[in-house]
């Protein structure tokens, strides 16, 4: 029976590595002459991929950290996972959202800097904790750039949170526009996302198009 090795070059969870069989796979972050990669978002880019690799896989959606083209032109396929992070990545953008709605932040760091024995420990309490109030989520509108599989599910979400929704995205593909909600509002730029937006947040693949998209100058057209 062939034994092939598969060098991993991030950490990825055992459930994930569990699919490959021990009789049949090698899988370390040593393996020498591998026969496939396996990365998350280890930057490939520099590194000299060996010979014996037949196929490298992605353990995300974007291959931007990984040399495509290079690879195509020594016939080597690159595989990724459309989705699989999906519904992690949304919960880190909900819980994004709502540290800065409601300025938890800055209020964890104004408690800190109080004394625990100061006599007048309360009234700083109550007279300080008024700055940090925040906004509440319903009705404020939610600006998504990009709307595939991660910007659609946090779309969802944020409209079952009472908001409205805005979206931009010129590439979107006819699935992904199935499993958008029909609430979500179409934005023709980003231009006009901007303006009709409480929040902004955004789903792309990083690339030379899509590089300082939104930057302290604005955005780019």
Do not use: C
């Not at 800097?113 to 300080?128: F, M, N, Q, V, Y």
């Not at 509108?141 to 779309?155: E, K, Q, R, W």
């Not at 526009?177 to 179409?186: D, E, I, Q």
């Amino acid at each position: 029976m062939t034994t092939y090795r598969i060098l991993v070059l991030n950490h990825i969870a055992s459930t994930g590595l569990h699919r490959f069989p021990p009789a049949r796979y090698v899988v370390d972050r040593a393996v020498e002459h591998p026969d496939a990669i396996l990365v998350r978002s280890h930057d490939m880019h520099g590194m000299a991929i060996p010979q014996s690799v037949r196929a490298i896989g992605r353990a995300g959606v974007g291959t931007n950290n990984i040399p495509v083209t290079q690879l195509s032109t020594r016939g080597i396929p690159v595989f990724n996972a459309p989705g699989a992070n999906a519904n992690a990545v949304k919960e880190l953008v909900l819980a994004a959202l709502l540290l800065a709605a409601r300025n938890v932040i800055p209020a964890l760091g104004y408690v800190g800097s109080l004394e625990r024995d100061a006599p007048d420990l309360e009234h700083r309490i109550e007279a300080g904790k008024k700055q940090f109030a925040g906004v509440e989520l319903p009705g404020r509108t939610l600006g998504i750039v990009g709307l595939g599989a991660i910007g659609g599910l946090v779309a969802d979400a944020a409209i079952k949170l009472g908001m409205n929704v805005t979206g931009f995205d010129p590439e979107i593909t006819v699935e992904a526009a199935w499993r958008l909600p029909s609430t979500v509002r179409k934005a023709h730029s980003i231009e006009e996302l901007l303006k009709q937006s409480d929040f902004v947040t955004l789903h792309v693949p990083l690339s030379d198009v899509t590089r300082q998209l939104i930057n302290e100058h604005g955005w780019r057209r």
